[in-house]
């Protein structure tokens, strides 16, 4: 993974920013890139909903593979943001759940990302008295918390 922290530095270097660290950790499912950043430089380079990090994700994939030739499942994070918005999305979705469980009507959450829609997902798969569903296209995709007993069959 010495490829990745090289072209992540000069990616970094063209951009004007010099990160405190980069680390690497690979496991069986993905790689991390993780990046210290100072403040200001990190809020910029997350963006809005992680738009930008996302955008710095698929670059530096793209990047590895034209160099090595293989894909990887990269994982890019700045500062503890994937954490900070793991926590927030867990809340969210527990949150929702309630009212769905409450109301007994389905709730649309909208705005998320892939990689958001995914762990709504996650932290309601155990969840027997709720399902989720993605649901749109593109841009357009959004989730759908619903009660398990007015759920259809699973897709």
């Known amino acids: 993974m010495d490829k990745l922290k090289k ?12 990160p ?21 430089e990190a809020g910029i380079l997350i963006g809005y909903h992680g738009e930008t990090i996302a955008a710095l994700q698929l670059l530096l994939n793209m990047m590895l593979y034209k160099q090595t030739g293989e894909w990887v499942k990269l994982v890019v994070n700045i500062g503890d943001y994937r954490e900070k918005r793991t926590d927030y999305l867990t809340f969210l979705a527990q949150e ?8 007994g009507e389905p709730l649309a959450l909208y705005n998320l ?8 997902h ?12 993605s649901q749109g296209e593109g841009k357009n995709r ?10 259809g069959p699973a897709k």
């Open 7 to 18: 072209l992540s530095q000069e990616l970094f270097q063209h951009l004007g920013v010099t």
């Open 20 to 40: 405190k660290a980069i680390k690497i950790n690979q496991d069986k499912e993905a790689v991390s890139l993780d990046i210290d950043l100072p403040d200001q």
């Open 96 to 103: 929702t759940a309630v009212k769905v469980v409450e109301s």
């Open 113 to 120: 990302n892939p990689f958001e829609r995914r762990i709504v």
């Open 122 to 133: 996650m932290a309601l798969g155990e969840k027997k008295e709720v399902m989720t569903e």
């Open 142 to 151: 959004f989730l759908v918390v619903s009660p398990a007993a007015a759920a």
